[in-house]
């Protein structure tokens, strides 16, 4: 009997079919909710994720204002998290605060969203609440920025307004609320080559007193380009110069009365052969003064300058100065307000010519002293360059090799080859634009490059790598996207961060 009792047993504990069953049903809606309410939860994550990106965005916008006032950053702050977090997004957003904190500079922004369950209100928890703090330190960094604008021919009619227009967009978003002791901007417009400002006429670094070589290029015999323009009739200095020789054509090399090659020289663009009824030549505005076959000779003649009459219909030798002038750094926004708006659409493109002057005007060298030094860690050294096509300077097949630009001619080899060819020379230019690029990121200058409407693809890769970084590389097919170029670099350049 008492066996029997013990096998009875062990095939009763054997047999869980029915306790299977019994602790599953027990344990059925316990899973449910469980599985369900992990949905609930990632769905409240996901909010919490959502409301971070707001906060974030809200608390930028109130930190880049200095001055505002409480009420004016809580309204502001509602508007930036309503626009990144709308209502039909999951969750509903409540008990946001904004703290400014005069003392150590910094914005907070706080908010919550309450997620609404499904599986867990079945147990009683009908909702979740996800908190979010976001705090941004205002930078006390100061900030000198440079725009080096391509103001050439290609760039007419709308491109040009749409230029203008979002270099005021920037200007109005780094202006608006800042110190403005800790703010300056600059303006470098250049074509086929950039314009210093005819208030500079004859200054020291201008060579007056024709040391530089590149004063006696193209006449003979030699002659000092600020007397040939005292000289000739109808035509003045408008304020543009040349590039020195390489490598201080895009170098800060200090000009030097000692050193000639480092002095600037004025923009003169020589009267160009008239023999064989101008044929290859563009620039021809004076009567050779000689005869003969020899055209370079004739070219050359410095005395027919003396006490010419140019006839208004001629290009003359100002024949390539298009860009505005330079507008040095300035902490004043009316004065490169005014600069952007004067810019205008002539000429070619001439990009290392653009950069090197975009570097001087952060230097605190001379010609433009405006900037601090280089070194200084409190500041942030900054350029934007923008263009919209190709370096270009037409090669022709006569003796100069090419029309005149910043670079003189072709032939006199300033470029570093000596070729007609406009692929030849073309590539030259951009690897001086990639010299310039790498020397002025070598100052810790900060470049961010814009390609505006450009189909070529070499132009766009060069100008990638000209930026200190690819991401600081807009590609811009259109005119929304090259003001939301401009707009992206001017919340960059604020210098806020979150700091948690």
Not at 161 to 177: C, E, V
Not at 237 to 263: F, K, N, Q, Y
Request: glycine fraction near 8%.
């Amino acid at each position: 009997m008492w066996r029997f009792g013990l096998i009875w047993l062990q095939r009763w504990g054997a047999d869980q079919r029915g306790n299977v069953a019994m602790l599953f049903s027990l344990l059925l809606v316990p899973i449910c909710v469980l599985a369900g309410g992990a949905v609930d939860v990632n769905q409240a994550l996901n909010a919490r994720t959502r409301l971070s990106s707001a906060l974030d965005a809200a608390a930028l916008a109130v930190g880049v204002r200095i001055s505002i006032s409480e009420a004016d950053a809580a309204g502001l702050a509602e508007d930036f998290i309503n626009a990144n977090y709308p209502a039909d997004e999951l969750g509903a957003i409540q008990n946001v605060t904004v703290n400014l904190d005069e003392t150590n500079d910094r914005v907070t922004v706080r908010a919550e969203s309450r997620v609404e369950t499904i599986i867990l209100g079945l147990v009683g928890i009908e909702h979740i609440t996800v908190h979010w703090e976001s705090e941004v330190q205002r930078a006390r960094s100061s900030l000198e920025l440079v725009m080096v604008l391509d103001n050439t021919g290609s760039m007419g009619g709308s491109k040009i307004a749409s230029l203008r227009d979002a270099g005021l967009l920037l200007t109005d978003i780094l202006f608006d609320g800042a110190d403005a002791d800790r703010l300056k901007i600059g303006l470098v417009p250049f074509s086929a080559t950039v314009n210093v400002g005819t208030g500079h006429a004859r200054d020291w670094w201008l060579d007056p007193d024709a040391r530089s070589p590149l004063h006696a290029e193209n006449f003979d015999p030699v002659a000092n380009r600020w007397d040939l323009y005292d000289t000739i009739r109808n035509r003045n200095w408008t304020g543009c110069v040349e590039a020195r020789a390489i490598p201080h054509d895009i170098e800060d090399t200090t000009p030097d009365p000692s050193d000639p090659d480092t002095l600037f020289v004025p923009y003169f663009a020589p009267d160009e052969s008239n023999y064989a009824n101008n044929a290859g030549y563009a620039n021809s505005y004076l009567n050779d003064g000689m005869g003969g076959y020899d055209e370079r000779a004739r070219m050359r003649n410095t005395p027919k300058y003396t006490h010419a009459w140019i006839n208004s219909n001629s290009r003359g030798p100002q024949w390539g100065c298009t860009a505005r002038p330079i507008t040095p750094l300035t902490n004043h926004r009316r004065t490169i307000d005014n600069a952007i708006e004067d810019m205008i659409a002539s000429g070619t493109t001439n990009i290392p010519i653009g950069v090197s002057w975009g570097v001087r005007v952060l230097s605190p060298g001379m010609p433009f002293t405006e900037g601090v030094g280089f070194e200084e860690d409190d500041t942030i050294k900054a350029m934007v360059v923008l263009t919209d096509g190709e370096n270009y300077l037409n090669g022709r097949n006569n003796p100069n090799y090419s029309d005149y630009s910043g670079y003189g001619y072709v032939r006199d080899g300033r470029l570093g080859v000596t070729s007609t060819s406009d692929y030849t020379i073309r590539n030259a230019l951009n690897a001086r634009t990639a010299a310039a690029c790498e020397y002025a990121k070598s100052l810790g200058i900060r470049v961010y490059t814009i390609t505006f409407q450009v189909s070529s693809s070499t132009t766009r890769d060069m100008m990638r790598d000209c930026a200190t970084h690819p991401t600081l590389y807009y590609d811009s097919p259109s005119d929304a996207a090259l003001r939301s170029a401009f707009e992206m670099i001017a919340g960059d350049l604020t210098n806020l961060r979150l700091s948690r």
